[in-house]
């Protein structure tokens, strides 16, 4: 399966076996790490709205296979204050350097920057659209706690309408049979054209606002943050806020074996008390972060098969 | 004498049912009916088969307000194949297959008859593309192509009510959220 320049833009743009392929380098990557794999190659992060996880880690794992990076996390202090288009500045880019993480929050600008740079562009987050390497390092998690992807019980409780990780990971799990439930009150429930996709792929899903309702059959639990910028009314957020919490207590009435997943960062709907349980699986799933990023920098520069 | 009377309320009724046939023949079709409605035109375009409620989105498209030649709307007029419809007739105007294409995201049953010599020398029945490209806006306020020079795609998810998925932007659009640029 060859990457080679290939864009990573929207989880949409995968088969399932692209998937799993990248999750196997991924594995590679993890268990037997090569130092000087990009050596000589430079990465260009292209930040337009901020980050902490995303470019920290895309960063991280550059330099871990010897690569160096270049690049803004601030737009204020570029030529975009002064007017410059996101088609010049990506035709820019590609001048300096092998390939571009962008992250931007205007919707659809990843697809944009891929079409006009000729080097391999992959998608940081656009807005409330995609951020395709927090979905494959979910899928990656996944399959790391739970030895599997098939026929899993995957749980997503907080905020669904407006959780672009919720709904990428929704479409990425459905190559592998799951069952869905989704957790949320009304307003803020998963947006029906993705219950129309799950329908029809005959996938199974359950629809509740009661966090305990199905704490017996879920193996894994994706936890979201409500999210205060997503509200255009203050009001509205202050209602929906704290609304589900995990906790000891809650625990004790799930599986033995059920992990717990969130994107981060969190505020307070994870209890500090369940970091220390064995369902507690979110710090793992950011350190995941690395090795699924070094595959797909290994990748689309032509330098992992 | 009954008889007589008899006879003759005979004669009137089949004097009235003689008229009454007539009349028939003399009723147009649907058809003839509508060119009543709607003046013939000697060179230019007609387009039929127009859902009532897109007759003046079809006229906007092809921006009929500065026509200098004759244009003539007709809305509501009777349709078998989609109830209510619309017609216009423009007269010195030839389309152009981006304004067909246009005319198929808002009219997609709509047939365009090139008249020439009060002759129609050619029906083409319009077609909803798989891929619209630089037609339609993007109903999403931050998507790129409402912020920056690009020109937008849509791809066609359904044909009938048309759905269309944004190229950038990803997000879906229904018939109702459509707008022309």
């Known amino acids: 399966m060859d990457f080679k320049n290939k864009d990573v833009i929207s989880i949409n743009d995968f088969s399932k076996e692209e998937l799993l392929h990248i999750l196997k380098v991924a594995r590679q990557m993890e268990q037997k790490p090569k130092g000087n794999l990009l050596k000589g190659k430079i990465l260009a992060t292209l930040f337009f709205e901020p980050s902490t996880r995303t470019r920290l880690s895309f960063t991280s794992a550059m330099e871990q296979l010897s690569g160096e990076v270049i690049g803004f996390s601030n737009a204020n202090t570029t030529s975009i204050q002064k007017g410059e288009s996101l088609w010049d500045t990506l035709k820019m880019t590609e001048q300096y350097a092998d390939v571009i993480v962008i992250r931007h929050p205007l919707e659809g600008s990843a697809r944009l920057a891929a079409e006009a740079a000729s080097i391999p562009v992959i998608n940081g987050g656009d807005g409330s659209n995609q951020h395709p390497t927090q979905t494959l390092l979910d899928l990656y998690t996944i399959q790391k706690v739970k030895g599997r992807l098939e026929n899993l019980h995957i749980g997503f409780v907080g905020d669904l309408k407006y959780g672009r990780t919720v709904h990428s990971l929704v479409i990425a799990l459905s190559h592998f049979n799951p069952t869905f439930y989704f957790i949320a009150p009304d307003e803020l429930q998963i947006p029906e054209n993705y219950l129309d996709e799950l329908f029809r792929k005959k996938i199974k899903y359950f629809k509740t606002s009661d966090l305990n309702r199905f704490g017996k059959e879920i193996d894994i639990l994706y936890v979201t943050r409500i999210q205060k910028e997503r509200f255009p009314d203050p009001l509205e957020y202050e209602k929906f806020k704290g609304v589900y919490r995990i906790d000891n207590e809650f625990l004790q009435h799930a599986k033995k074996d059920m992990k717990i997943m969130h994107p981060l960062p969190r505020i307070d709907e994870i209890d500090k008390s369940v970091d220390s349980t064995q369902h507690a699986a979110y710090f793992e799933q950011a350190a995941n972060g690395i090795p699924v990023r070094k595959a797909l920098l290994a990748l689309v520069l032509g330098k992992a098969k | ?181």
């Open chain 2, 1 to 181: 004498m009954a008889r007589k009377k008899y006879s003759k309320r005979k004669e009137r009724a089949r004097k009235k049912e003689k008229i009454k046939a007539k009349k028939a023949i003399a009723i147009p079709n649907e058809e003839i009916k509508r060119e009543l409605k709607i003046s013939a035109i000697d060179e230019g375009t007609v387009i039929d088969h127009i859902p009532t409620d897109a007759t003046f989105k079809v006229a906007e498209i092809l921006d009929l307000e500065n026509h200098q030649g004759i244009v003539s709307i007709a809305t509501n007029l009777q349709s078998k194949r989609i109830g209510k419809k619309g017609i216009i007739k423009v007269g010195g105007k030839s389309l152009t297959q981006a304004e067909v294409s246009k005319i198929a995201i808002v009219a997609p049953d709509a047939t365009v008859n090139i008249i020439k010599n009060y002759d129609v020398k050619e029906k083409i029945k319009v077609k909803t593309p798989d891929v619209i490209d630089n037609v339609v806006k993007c109903s999403n306020p931050v998507c790129i192509t409402n912020n920056e020079q690009v020109a937008t795609k849509f791809y066609v998810l359904r044909k009938d009510p048309l759905k269309i998925k944004c190229h950038y932007c990803e997000r879906s659009m229904g018939k109702d959220d459509i707008e022309i640029i």
